[in-house]
């Protein structure tokens, strides 16, 4: 019998080259998977998985991860308020570990001896698949053949229709990736640091400019509900990325550091994830205290770094997880958000939590819990280590 190998299949050209190459080359039984973390309707998925049998596949698998995607990493990306160098909301790097974990269930399922994927050399996604199955599955071979061929766009297509596939491959002028919690795209202008992509780039064109105020309720930083209407959370984000994107909001341009020691740019757009984070902060703003508030920053950067970087299965991870769901038990209410073309505008809130009570004083007005003497007490103590330090220091 010939031993069996999980391909982790999008479709693309590079997978498609995949399927022929390990049965020819290789000699191995083909059985694709292919993980949906909210990027394709069930008329793509279709479509995919007659392109994997088409192509030779033993077996095909469609994975619907979306609410493992959301319950075990977009929720942390919400409750951390996470933006990569304080703008990317790791659209496309935060979906990764589930695609990959989703292929070693099914590796583990058939008991497979290989493991496949259609990275290149050059870039982070290599390493995050990697990194789950040689922790996860020591005893299992990693073949990702287009890393290990460096091979053309036209020698792929080529040795498809050598082995009877005759599919279209034009190349797509800009490479797009999308999913539950935006979309990546790149193209020429990305690869220098001062190009720009164009208005025509991006997948979600304006179409509405009329401004338009939207309510988005949270429950325990969860959000459960838009302009009044209870939904589940992946619904909700789905609803709310129907609205925004019309008025073209949240494109932005991530320059950082990837895994493997270089620099990168890619654009993206990402309505929903956006106006979440920052309706979110904003309610964390009313409810936290400062000092929550304050570590909730530093774990957070680091949480989103061990996610983008393919540490996700560090168990430091969990440990703050534990940390923000203890965190989110007040962060409860309603944010009010403006939607204008190709901006949006966090209005305020109102929860029954909200520390800035006027029951304690009024900010720049009045105060009702100590006297003008108070403070000038308060001033004092506070200034004496200053006081000491410059009185010391006084001929520096």
Known sequence: ???????????????????????????????????????????????????????????????????EYYNKGIKYLIFGNILKNATYPLSVSSERIFQALAVLDE??????????????????????????????????????????????????????????????????????????????????????????????????????????????????GEPVSLNGNEMNPVELIKKLNSIASEYAIGRDVHVGDTIIGIKGRVAFEAAAPMIIIKAHHLLEKHTLTKGQLYWKDQLSGWYGQLMHEAQYLDPLARNIETFLDDTQGSVTGEVSV????????????????????????????????FTGADVIGFTKVLANPLKIYYSVHKND
């Open 107 to 220: 590796v583990k399922k058939i008991n497979a001896s290989y493991v496949a994927h259609g990275s290149t050399g050059a870039g982070n996604d290599q390493v995050r698949f990697d990194l789950v199955f040689e922790v996860l599955a020591p005893g299992v071979e990693i073949i990702a053949p287009i890393r290990e061929l460096s091979l053309s766009r036209a020698s792929e297509i080529e040795y498809l229709a050598k082995h009877g596939c005759n599919l279209s491959w034009d190349k797509a002028k800009y490479s797009i990736n999308q999913g539950l919690w935006g979309t990546s795209i790149g193209g020429v202008e990305t690869l220098k640091s001062d190009g720009f992509l164009p208005e025509n780039a991006y997948p979600s064109q304006l179409k509405k400019s009329e401004p338009v105020k939207i309510n988005i309720g949270f429950k325990k």
């Open 338 to 369: 403006e939607l204008r073309p190709y901006h949006f505008s966090v209005l305020g809130c109102s929860t029954q939590y909200d520390l800035m009570n006027s029951a304690f004083g009024e900010y720049g007005e009045m105060n009702k819990s």
């Open 1 to 67: 019998m010939k031993k069996k190998v999980v391909l982790a299949f999008s479709g693309g050209l590079d997978t498609s080259f995949c399927v022929p190459y390990l049965i020819n080359e290789k000699g191995l039984e083909v059985h694709t998977v292919m993980v949906n973390t909210g990027g394709f309707s069930p008329e793509e998925e279709k479509a995919i998985e007659n392109r994997a049998l088409s192509l030779g596949a033993a077996t095909h698998t469609t994975v619907n991860a979306v609410d």
